[in-house]
């Protein structure tokens, strides 16, 4: 990463629509799996898209298995969104097996340049913001640059889940 890039965690706004819109294309474009989930939303009615996410926040509409979660957009000094990260206030069954409390994705274009350590580092701290003591943070097995971000951010590793499919997920605490 660059070190004069100023990076920080927003919360999403319409504000930045247009920036946005790219950011969503790009994903698109690159046929990959969209993480975190929320970036999968359809931003077509912007408007309500963010307001799905400050819903999402507030526990307001929220499907019966779901918890609240907090979404922020990391941005460049340019206003430039670089990536994302959504984190869950609490644990389910499922999120504790295979979701953990932060899941977070860069841009396609910008990987490997350091963001996703500098936007994991980020997120832990507004998880301890939202009262998180342990963050639980995981991986696909195959996913190594996500191990390498968990680990430089202070993931202790715990047993691994196999999901029915026989996907392998790695699982990491971080004391906040």
Known sequence: MESDQ???LIKPT???KEEYL??????LESKE???PWVIQKDPSNFE??????????QGINLPEVWVPDSTFWLIDQDKRILGAVNIRHQLTTFLLNSGGHIGYGIRPSERRKGFA???????LVKAKELGIRKALVVCDEQ????????FKNGGVPDTDFIEEDGN??????IEL
Do not use: H, P
Request: aromatic residues 16%; glycine residues 2%.
């Open 6 to 8: 100023q990076l920080s």
């Open 22 to 27: 790219s950011f969503y294309k790009e994903w």
């Open 143 to 150: 996913n190594t640059g996500s191990f390498k971000t968990i």
């Open 33 to 35: 799996n969209m993480v």
């Open 14 to 16: 319409v504000e930045l």
């Open 117 to 123: 350590t500098k936007l994991l580092s980020l997120s």
């Open 48 to 57: 309500a898209m963010v307001q799905f996410l400050k819903d999402n926040e």
């Open 168 to 173: 392998i997920i790695k699982r990491f605490w």
